[in-house]
């Protein structure tokens, strides 16, 4: 039976990954220090290993012990990380990186992996710990895979981009399940035409077992639906998936100032589009599951667990605000 060690492996993308690979009759076992509970305490099947990753002699003992086919890294956040791994995990037949569509620049649309050019780090950003440097660091952690397949490493990278699904700890759907099932009118910023690519987490993980098993070496691919859906139409969908008739009340910079709020205060909105090419993961033969397939389970998962809003919420007395002042100064 081939074997899966994942670095992570119990949160939200590591947690999907552990299903998808022993869905698909691995031996998985997971890495973590032991900090955040085990989902997969008491099941038999999915071993788990004690360590911390940035200590190489931990991931030199648990090489040892799994003696695994397939390493995939969920925590590698320093290139450092990449390049310890690639040379502890030298002989495995696939080390997938999960590196992050944020390596590319914002501003090109459609972003490929083998066409377009990603961010730079320089020896300070490598060794940051700030989400300012985060995309810096993981494009060099994409360099030290492609290093590590120059000398002969089965090392491959993921990009995923904006990941949505079930224990999405960052919580960036809740915000407008949330909305949507509590309020008659939700702001949304710009036209609604707004395009940021999302990829549902089970999509990911199985992209992670397609190139760890199909993938060449070297390469890096994009983790992005294939189906494109605009602000608009995810939240309808949501809408839609809720029963619920709501309004999506349009709102510009200046609509937003009235609630003293800016773009940036709504999850899932950039002032800039994020596109990504699919092409080339669609031709080892991964496909995603439909938009209202992954919305409805998104949607179900947050309703059991009560989360609410989530931590990226606002209150809603500014969003009252902006509804007042559109509704006064341009009665659409
Ligand atoms: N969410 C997104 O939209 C998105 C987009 C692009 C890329 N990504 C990438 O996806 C990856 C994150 O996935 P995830 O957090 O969902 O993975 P996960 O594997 O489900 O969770 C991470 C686990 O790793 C363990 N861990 C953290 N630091 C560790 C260390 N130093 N040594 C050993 N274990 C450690 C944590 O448990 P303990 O605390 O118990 O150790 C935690 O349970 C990152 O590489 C991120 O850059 C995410």
Redesign the pocket.
């Known amino acids: 039976m081939d074997s899966l060690l994942?670095?992570?492996?119990?949160?939200?993308?590591?947690?999907?990954?552990v299903e998808e690979f022993h869905s698909a009759g691995y031996d998985v076992t997971?890495?973590?220090?032991?900090?955040?509970p085990?989902p997969f305490r008491g099941n038999d099947a999915i071993t788990h290993l004690t360590?911390?990753?940035?200590d190489r002699s931990a991931i030199e003992e648990a090489s040892r012990q799994v003696n695994p086919n397939v390493v995939v890294?969920?925590?590698?956040?320093h290139p450092e990380d990449v390049r310890v791994a690639t040379d502890v995990f030298e002989d495995v037949s696939a080390y997938v990186y999960?590196?992050?569509?944020?390596v590319y620049p914002d501003d090109i649309n459609p972003k490929r992996e083998d066409d377009t050019r990603i961010r730079e780090c320089t020896p300070e950003q490598a060794t940051d710990d700030s989400q300012e440097t985060?995309a810096n660091r993981?494009a060099e952690g994409d360099r030290e895979v492609f290093r590590a397949a120059n000398r002969g490493v089965n090392a491959l990278s993921v990009?995923?981009?904006?990941?949505?699904g079930p224990h999405?700890?960052?919580q960036?759907l809740n915000y407008w399940i949330n909305r949507i099932e509590t309020y008659d009118r939700v702001v949304v910023p710009g036209d609604g035409q707004h395009l940021f690519h999302r990829v549902f987490v089970r999509d990911l993980a199985r992209a992670l077992r397609v190139v760890a098993e199909r993938g060449t070496p070297g390469e890096a691919y994009n983790a992005a639906d294939r189906e494109l859906y605009d602000l608009d139409t995810l939240l309808t969908a949501i809408a839609r998936e809720l029963n619920r008739d709501v309004e999506f009340v349009h709102a510009t910079e200046r609509d937003l100032a009235a609630g003293n709020l800016t773009v940036d205060d709504f999850v899932c909105y950039r002032d800039y589009n994020h596109v990504l090419s699919t092409e080339k993961l669609a031709k080892l033969g991964w496909d995603m599951t439909s938009i209202d397939e992954a919305i409805a389970e998104t949607v179900e998962t947050h309703l059991e667990n009560d989360i609410g809003g989530g931590k990226q919420s606002f209150p809603r007395e500014k969003e009252s605000r902006v509804i007042d002042h559109i509704d006064r100064t341009d009665p659409r």
């Open positions: 994942i670095l992570g492996g119990t949160r939200f993308i590591g947690r999907a990954t997971i890495f973590t220090r032991g900090n955040r085990n360590g911390d990753r940035t890294d969920c925590i590698a956040y999960i590196s992050s569509s944020g985060y993981k990009r995923p981009c904006l990941v949505y999405d700890y960052t960036r």
